[in-house]
């Protein structure tokens, strides 16, 4: 896919989060990238160093890109995971988006340091929130074909959804 292999440094923390479907991608496309993983202890010292003071960041060629879902759109344009068709790209960007709602409903859940406020957190996002964003986002998939989240390849919103309902089934999240 990639006329130029550009020299890729993608930093994020040494666990999945939202690194991992940019990881993914990359794997999948081989692409070639360096993998380098911060330790939570070293991420005050790095933060604000960084283009937003958050990771995941990309340094391309020397330049350094931050914003995770824009990080993932250029891993799969540079793997052909993402469509070059507007509608097509339009269909992976709502399951994205989507993703990237639910996703908002459980920070303050990772937030919280308490173990019963946090167990207090989880039970209303479940009961209360998820069902409603969790239901649009199944409508989405569900006009698609049985194997893909959008059309009949594997995208990076393919990768997007393993990876969350992997982190919101793991109890890890």
Not at 151 to 156: A, R, W, Y
Request: charged residues 20%.
């Amino acid at each position: 896919m990639v006329q130029h292999q550009p020299d890729i440094t993608l930093t994020y923390f040494d666990l999945p989060g939202r690194a991992e479907a940019i990881r993914l991608a990359f794997a999948i496309g081989g692409i070639a990238f360096k993998d380098e993983r911060i330790q939570k202890q070293d991420w005050p010292g790095l933060k604000p160093k960084t283009l937003f003071g958050q990771v995941p960041i990309m340094t391309i060629d020397g330049q350094e890109y931050a914003q995770s879902l824009a990080l993932l759109r250029y891993a799969g344009r540079l793997t052909g995971l993402y469509p070059n068709d507007p509608i097509q790209a339009l269909k992976v960007d709502m399951v994205l988006d989507q993703l990237e709602d639910i996703f908002q409903i459980f920070v303050p859940v990772f937030n919280e340091q308490d173990a019963a406020k946090k167990q207090a957190l989880t039970d209303d996002a479940i009961k209360n929130k998820m069902p409603g964003v969790c239901g649009a986002l199944d409508k989405i998939l569900c006009k698609q074909s049985p194997q893909f989240a959008c059309g009949s390849s594997l995208t990076i919103a393919d990768l997007a959804v393993y990876l969350a309902g992997a982190t919101y089934t793991s109890g890890q999240a």
